[in-house]
């Protein structure tokens, strides 16, 4: 069994293997409350995570932000009162890498931290 | 002529008046790149930022997290690679209220600030 914290991100190329079914259905159940959504025919993984006011928001933007730019992997964050949005996926594929499960369990235990 | 750098937010109570039409065709012309979209039923003034990387993007998102704070008027804002987009409404009116405009032209000269 992969286990999504003791796997790093690895450099995603273009031409890289998306995540494979059996691979996806290995790593969700280690994830909490994620979906994988289709947004303009590319698969992401999104979760909202909630928060008591705008500024702890803030500051679990920027926890996510601090986790993107030591792995070089950025997702989307939508900030708003009261909750965060985050979205990975892939530019270079276009799709779900393992990369992303990755860095959406380092999101959730980011905000696991915040509590 | 209401110049929007001259007029201060106001706490805005639900059953506050929206902005008229008179007063967004005043407003417009004071503001840049900005467009007043449809979500959802609720007019709301968007823009989209950009900068030439993440790290930058995620400073932009954090100086409008503080001059939301100052003005307790909050908008969503999308951080990604390279761009910010900053959407103001006023929750309580489901609209546009005069504070948006304010917060809007504050938002532009963060972003002058910025370069």
């Known amino acids: 069994m992969n286990d999504l914290r003791s796997i790093k991100c690895e450099a995603c190329k273009a031409g890289a293997p998306m995540a494979t079914q059996e ?16 947004h303009e025919g590319i698969n992401q ?18 926890k996510i932000g ?23 996926w892939s530019h270079k594929i276009k799709g779900l890498h393992t990369n992303d499960f990755i860095m959406a369990v380092k999101s959730d235990d980011a905000a696991f931290d915040d509590k």
Do not use: C, Y
């Open 45 to 62: 993984l999104r979760k909202t995570f909630t928060f008591k006011n705008f500024s702890k928001s803030l500051d679990f933007t920027n």
């Open 66 to 88: 601090a986790i993107a730019e030591e792995e070089h992997h950025h997702p989307s964050i939508l900030t708003e009162w009261g909750k965060v949005t985050v979205t990975w």
């Open 23 to 38: 691979e996806i259905n290995e790593f969700m159940p280690q994830l909490s409350g994620w979906d994988i959504i289709e």
